[in-house]
């Protein structure tokens, strides 16, 4: 097939952009649009892929419902305090941090046990004799 239609225009857009590939696009896409030859020149050699996509989407549809179901509001009666609390934990400036929500947990460090020592001290014997 003959492009050389929609490679002038392309050409076109180019200088019209001043060598800017993007708005170059833009360009003709927008040209496109309006100018049925320019769409057929630049769409004709991709219509086999566009067409197998387009079927494959179809026949991947026949199984689901045409729209999805649009999931309705749950109502609320404004006896659950849940959301509430969370928005005064955080107003407040005291969110529940994860692992501590019970409350008897301290952030604070705690040194390690002998035990704990000994086990990684262990460890790193273990690991020497190995090499």
């Known amino acids: 097939m003959n492009r050389e239609y929609s490679e002038g225009k392309i050409r076109e857009a180019l200088k019209l952009s001043g ?18 030859k320019l769409m057929h020149e630049l769409m004709a050699p991709h219509m086999t892929g566009i067409v197998a996509h387009a079927i494959n989407h179809v026949m ?8 999805p179901a649009v999931p309705q509001p749950v109502e609320t009666t404004g006896n659950d305090p849940f959301g509430l609390e969370i928005l005064k934990a955080i107003a407040l400036g005291n969110p529940a941090q994860f692992g501590l929500e019970s409350g ?28």
């Open 19 to 36: 060598g800017n590939a993007t708005k170059a696009r833009q360009q003709v896409i927008a040209w496109a649009f309006d100018d049925t």
């Open 60 to 67: 991947s549809m026949k199984d689901k419902p045409a729209r």
């Open 104 to 131: 008897n947990a301290t952030s604070k460090k705690q040194e390690a046990s002998q035990r704990h020592v000994d086990a990684i001290k262990q460890m790193v014997a273990k690991g020497k004799k190995s090499k």
